[in-house]
């Protein structure tokens, strides 16, 4: 895991006690959100629950670390692609990272996602991505998605940010596109216990949904997680191994049992040859505990990180089985360039 040391000189300067002020502020106003939303008076309310929503390409994992863990991740960083689950997680990036993910869907769908994010000292950092659903049916057509972010540090240890998504697609049984504006908000607290971290996602919020009736809406979401480093907490000293913990809990507008979970766990190894060189993998295994939907299969992943000379290559890859429904195999490939 990456971690930003940050450091704060000048505690009692008058200037730094006003900014710190304002951080606290921050902070409390983010945890009444987090709590206003996960209480269901936000996106998801029990009498604001739909039977369906429109757009459902938004609900489609976008790369395969997160696909094998469960889709479970809303706490990962080190990645350009936090700006796909949770634009907090860009903060703590130190370069730029370009990445592509292609998946081959059931039915012939095309999934593909390409972006990149970028760093900029004393700023923070920004994030451009692209998705785009190929329909391969007699009427050929393509929902698609473009999504501008940022993700800035408030102190070492929290960040915030959010996306701005422009999204075309159609809504079911309808032939005509249409276009809605919609935004993501993040936050991520690193609790200081051992690399514990606390982090929130709400995914799809906009002031229009998708046509008429009501419930072709977008599919909204809070996301509320959890990351352990379980090595960290057995407290056993410095290893190049890490074993991950990551816990999601979701409460989605479109899904009338309330919450649900996504679990995953990640066994990284990652061998240093000097400074600037590195040669890692990864297993990972995760499961989407939602009652009546396919999503609930269990997930298998690796994935291989080489770094040489400031320049860094990851390639992950997933595969889902759906057994139980389509006897189908679907693979999930990722790319990432950091430089």
Not at 7 to 13: A, I
Not at 125 to 149: E, H, P, R
Not at 206 to 212: F, H, I, M
Request: glycine share 12%; charged share 15%.
């Amino acid at each position: 895991m990456l971690w930003n040391s940050g450091s704060v000189l000048f505690d009692n300067h008058p200037i730094l006690v006003k900014v710190m002020t304002m951080r606290r502020y921050t902070l409390i106003g983010l945890c009444i959100l987090c709590i206003w939303l996960m209480t269901g008076e936000g996106v998801a309310q029990e009498s604001d629950r739909v039977t369906g929503t429109g757009f459902s390409f938004l609900k489609l994992p976008t790369n395969a670390r997160m696909t094998a863990l469960g889709e479970a991740g809303v706490g990962l960083i080190g990645s350009g692609q936090a700006i796909l689950y949770n634009p907090a997680g860009l903060a703590f990036m130190e370069d730029r990272e370009a990445y592509f993910t292609y998946v081959d869907w059931i039915g012939g769908f095309k999934h593909y996602v390409a972006g990149i994010s970028a760093s900029v000292p004393r700023i923070g950092t920004l994030g451009l991505s692209a998705m785009n659903l190929d329909f391969n049916t007699t009427q050929k057509f393509s929902d698609y998605a473009i999504s501008v972010a940022y993700g800035g540090m408030i102190t070492h240890r929290i960040s915030v940010g959010t996306t701005l998504k422009l999204i075309r697609g159609r809504s079911p049984g309808e032939d005509r596109e249409q276009n809605v504006f919609a935004f993501d908000l993040g936050a991520y607290f690193a609790t200081g216990l051992r690399n514990t971290v606390i982090a929130m996602g709400v995914e799809n919020l906009s002031t229009s949904g998708l046509g008429e009736p009501e419930q072709w809406g977008l599919p909204k979401n809070v996301r509320l997680g959890v990351f352990l480093d379980l090595i960290a907490l057995t407290d056993i000293g410095l290893l190049p191994h890490n074993l991950d913990l990551v816990v999601d809990v979701n409460n989605p507008n479109d899904y009338n049992d309330g919450f649900y979970t996504d679990i995953g766990i990640e066994y990284t190894y990652i061998h240093q040859t000097a400074i600037d060189n590195m040669l890692g993998f990864s297993l990972r295994t995760g499961q989407r505990r939602r009652s009546g939907s396919i999503s609930g299969v269990n997930t298998l992943g690796i994935g291989v990180l080489l770094k040489t000379h400031g320049i860094g290559l990851k390639v992950d890859y997933t595969s889902k089985f759906f057994k139980s429904v389509f006897d189908k195999r679907v693979h999930i490939l990722s790319v990432a360039f950091d430089f």
